[in-house]
């Protein structure tokens, strides 16, 4: 018989990923888990971590294979696409490479993942759950190809819902307001010198005003717990703000 409770969860180093993880491993799950650089559940028996990089197809394609090979044995029935990056600055300086570099991450990656395993996701009637932004409603200045990537992930998931409705695949997707994770901390060391002077004092303004403030923010642990109770409810709302 097929073990349950098993869930696909993306981004898992740190912040939402690393919480979420560590929750639902005490909850019984089975989880097969994608981190960037460093793993943290090399102590864990049910927690299958794997590296993938979401700007790179070969490791897209190894981590689905990877997850494809145990479906005799478990019941793998819950995508949760939670990877993601925030870089920006602004845009008359920004390069193209950059937005390039954050929709292969925040959009195209999480695609690409998403078609590989949808075959199991149909065959057990499973649910995929997007991690989106409050970013994809209400565009946030200095953060264009975060903002762009994460309103292209709005329309993309309600496509994917309507598209899989059919097959009694769920389709969420989540909007967190501010949550304290290490992607805020991550982008304030992105380099900016490309950024013109006559930017600069707006731009330190800005990063003041919402990048400090998220060491304030709802907690990532609190996020998770918020986001478990989503996954326990047999019939989920399409979308979820996650905020204190």
């Known amino acids: 018989m097929k073990k349950e409770k098993t869930a696909i969860i993306t981004g898992c180093d740190s912040g939402i990923g690393k919480n979420l993880c560590e929750l639902l491993s005490k909850e ?3 989880i097969f888990a994608s981190y960037l650089e460093n793993n943290p559940f090399v102590n864990y028996s049910n927690i299958f971590a794997k590296k993938m990089d979401l700007r790179i197809e070969s490791e897209i394609e190894e981590f689905s294979a990877f997850v494809k090979s145990h479906s005799d044995e478990y019941n793998i029935d819950l995508l949760i696409n939670n990877a993601g990056v925030a870089l920006g600055g602004p ?7 950059i ?3 954050v929709f292969e991450v925040n959009f195209f990656g999480l695609i690409s993942l998403t078609q590989k395993l949808l075959p199991l996701l149909i065959k057990n009637k499973g649910t995929i759950i997007n991690v989106g932004s409050m970013a994809g409603l ?4 200095f953060l264009s190809p975060y ?4 309103f292209a992930l709005e329309g993309f998931t309600d496509a994917l819902r ?6 009694g695949v769920k389709v969420v997707l989540l909007e967190p307001g501010g949550v304290n994770t290490p992607i805020w901390e991550k982008a304030k060391k992105q380099d900016i010198s490309f950024v013109e002077e006559k930017y ?3 731009l330190k303004e800005f990063e003041k005003k919402f990048i400090d403030s998220a060491k304030d923010a709802m907690p990532a642990d609190k ?3 918020e986001i478990y109770k989503i996954i326990r409810c047999k019939n989920p709302k399409t979308r979820y703000i996650i905020a204190e």
């Open 28 to 30: 019984g799950y089975t």
């Open 91 to 97: 845009i008359e300086n920004l390069p193209l490479r």
């Open 99 to 101: 937005f390039r570099e």
């Open 138 to 141: 209400i565009a946030v200045p």
């Open 147 to 150: 903002d762009s990537s994460k």
């Open 162 to 167: 309507i598209e899989l409705t059919p097959f």
């Open 200 to 202: 600069l004092k707006s």
């Open 223 to 225: 996020a998770a717990k």
